[in-house]
């Protein structure tokens, strides 16, 4: 009987319902947290984070929304506080880090990936979560507003500033483009 090295720490799968979890929705909290303004470098970060949060939440998630409502609202905050520490490193470094898409994306879909994920910069963060939910994900208002703890109505106004907001930032940035 010969016992695991002392330096070795024991690797524990993780729970089955939380790797169900993660096999689900994987690819939803990526995109969310690109959305929500992480950038590309520290994505993977923000959605092990997250996943990690998840899994001790996990028994605690009485139903009272999908989990990708419940997954995006941890998210959320997980990509708020890696944006205010990336943040601080621009600021300390005084050097703008910018992220890049994968060299293998035709130009085009790389400038609209880019376009848009500057347009949903100039949302503020609950605006910019009620439009990724609304109209990039397709969840329903009634679904954002359970997710997210808000009354309906107030996504509903958050949607609809948002779309305008993009709209006018849309017709800037084409007019500077045209220019």
């Not at 002392?6 to 790797?19: F, K, M, N, Y």
């Not at 400038?111 to 609304?134: K, N, Q, S, Y």
């Not at 006018?168 to 084409?174: A, F, H, K, V, W």
């Amino acid at each position: 009987m010969s016992a695991a090295p002392a330096t070795e720490a024991p690797e524990t799968a993780p729970p089955p319902a939380l790797r169900a979890l993660f096999e689900a929705h994987y690819d939803f909290v990526y995109r969310s947290a690109l959305r929500l303004g992480v950038t590309q470098a520290a994505v993977d970060d923000v959605v092990q984070e997250a996943f990690i949060v998840a899994g001790r939440k996990l028994e605690a998630f009485e139903g009272r929304s999908s989990h990708r409502t419940w997954l995006f609202g941890i998210v959320m905050r997980v990509a708020h506080t890696e944006r205010r520490g990336e943040l601080r490193r621009q600021r300390r470094a005084a050097v703008a880090v910018e992220s890049s898409p994968a060299l293998d994306e035709p130009f085009e879909r790389r400038d609209a990936v880019d376009t848009l994920h500057r347009l949903l910069g100039l949302l503020d963060e609950d605006r910019r979560a009620a439009f990724i939910l609304a109209d990039v994900e397709g969840m329903t208002a009634v679904e954002i507003a359970d997710g997210l703890g808000v009354n309906v109505n107030t996504i509903y106004a958050r949607i609809r500033t948002a779309r305008k907001q993009l709209a006018d930032g849309y017709r800037e940035l084409s007019q500077e483009g045209a220019e």
